[in-house]
């Protein structure tokens, strides 16, 4: 199925004592591109999300946004750091001895000093977090790509309703093409009767000119090319792969053989249907730029 490269999706849930929220917003890219904003102290989370986001998405500039907040409280050792300590104790004690002070130092009055302690918490479990990280993450995934697939879902039928506009302009064109070179014959005759008067007319010559017209005209071999073109496009918007790139190519053919079309048109209807067909080709082309 088609996606868009646009999409969003956010869960909030409690897992394993950790509030943990995941926002996913995403727009058009040529390839695929990763932004992300997590706590500082999870930055070994970032590597993580992107890999396992690019296995459920191939294109979008991708931004990513994780909060995780610890509800239950974690083991740590308060650890002393007796160097310091001891100085302190030494100051104080001297201090009330130099200006015949109250010693009364207590372990209370030493711990007023912070830098004294500190605070070493247990290593995280890199694993376990990442893992329940990623049971939220696969839940944004999921609400983010079915957004996905809806955008994807409403370029899928306007392609393809533009691809029915060009089919029948090239059905007009491929049955105008040879009244065309009639036409041309009618006017050859009578610009050379208009010279000649009633002399006899050279048919040689005039299916020589004919000829030559009609190879500068011929667009049989470009609108079989288009039509082929158009079936392939129809069949990859079937597809489940990611197919933007391909699409996008595959518009640029498509362009080409239009312009030559173009380019031998002798008749203003099928200049006109010519138009017609450039002006679809470029809508679907500017939708095609949405196509993951």
Same mark, same amino acid.
């Given at each position: 199925?088609?996606?868009?490269?646009?999409?969003?999706?956010?869960?909030?849930?409690?897992?394993?004592?950790?509030?943990?929220?995941?926002?996913?917003?995403?727009?058009?890219? %040529?390839?695929?591109?990763?932004?992300?904003?997590? /706590?500082?102290?999870?930055?070994?989370?970032?590597?993580?999300?992107?890999?396992?986001?690019?296995?459920?998405?191939?294109?979008?500039?991708?931004?990513?946004?994780?909060?995780?907040?610890?509800?239950?409280?974690? /083991?740590?050792?308060?650890?002393?750091?007796?160097?310091?300590?001891?100085?302190?104790?030494?100051?104080?004690?001297?201090?009330?001895?130099?200006?015949?002070?109250?010693?009364?130092?207590?372990?209370?009055?030493?711990?007023?000093?912070?830098?004294?302690?500190?605070?070493?918490?247990? /290593?995280?479990? =890199?694993?376990?977090?990442?893992?329940?990280?990623?049971?939220?993450?696969?839940?944004?995934?999921?609400?983010?790509?079915?957004?996905?697939?809806?955008?994807?879902?409403?370029?899928?039928?306007?392609?393809?309703?533009?691809?029915?506009?060009?089919? !029948?302009?090239?059905?007009?064109?491929?049955?105008?093409? /040879?009244?065309?070179? =009639?036409?041309?014959?009618? %006017?050859?005759?009578?610009? &050379?009767?208009?010279?000649?008067?009633?002399?006899?007319?050279? !048919?040689? %010559?005039?299916?020589?000119?004919?000829? &030559?017209?009609?190879?500068?005209?011929?667009?049989?071999?470009?609108?079989?090319?288009?039509?082929?073109?158009?079936?392939?496009? !129809?069949?990859?918007?079937?597809?489940?792969?990611?197919?933007?790139?391909?699409?996008?190519?595959?518009?640029?053919?498509?362009?080409?053989?239009?312009?030559?079309?173009?380019?031998?048109?002798?008749?203003?209807?099928?200049?006109?249907?010519?138009?017609?067909?450039?002006?679809?080709?470029?809508?679907?082309?500017?939708?095609?730029?949405?196509?993951?």
């Amino acid at each position: 199925m088609i996606k868009s490269m646009t999409g969003y999706g956010r869960v909030q849930s409690v897992i394993d004592g950790m509030n943990i929220t995941v926002e996913l917003k995403s727009v058009n890219h %040529r390839y695929f591109e990763f932004a992300s904003k997590i /706590p500082r102290n999870y930055g070994f989370l970032d590597d993580k999300i992107k890999k396992y986001i690019q296995t459920r998405v191939a294109r979008g500039k991708i931004d990513c946004y994780i909060s995780i907040e610890m509800l239950e409280a974690q /083991p740590a050792d308060v650890v002393i750091n007796h160097t310091l300590a001891a100085g302190y104790v030494k100051a104080l004690t001297e201090l009330a001895k130099v200006y015949d002070l109250k010693d009364d130092i207590t372990a209370t009055a030493v711990a007023r000093y912070p830098e004294i302690f500190s605070v070493r918490k247990a /290593p995280e479990d =890199e694993d376990k977090i990442f893992n329940s990280v990623k049971q939220v993450l696969d839940m944004a995934l999921d609400g983010f790509i079915e957004m996905r697939i809806k955008e994807g879902e409403n370029l899928r039928n306007d392609i393809l309703s533009r691809v029915k506009i060009i089919e !029948e302009r090239l059905e007009f064109i491929e049955k105008a093409s /040879p009244k065309t070179l =009639e036409d041309y014959i009618t %006017r050859l005759r009578q610009r &050379i009767k208009d010279l000649i008067g009633d002399a006899i007319l050279d !048919e040689q %010559r005039i299916l020589t000119e004919a000829a &030559i017209f009609a190879d500068k005209i011929a667009v049989a071999e470009e609108t079989v090319r288009l039509h082929s073109h158009l079936q392939q496009l !129809e069949s990859m918007m079937k597809s489940d792969d990611a197919v933007g790139r391909k699409l996008d190519f595959l518009v640029q053919e498509i362009n080409r053989e239009t312009n030559t079309i173009g380019s031998k048109a002798q008749d203003v209807e099928i200049a006109k249907a010519v138009v017609d067909i450039k002006a679809e080709v470029e809508k679907i082309r500017e939708q095609i730029q949405n196509i993951e």
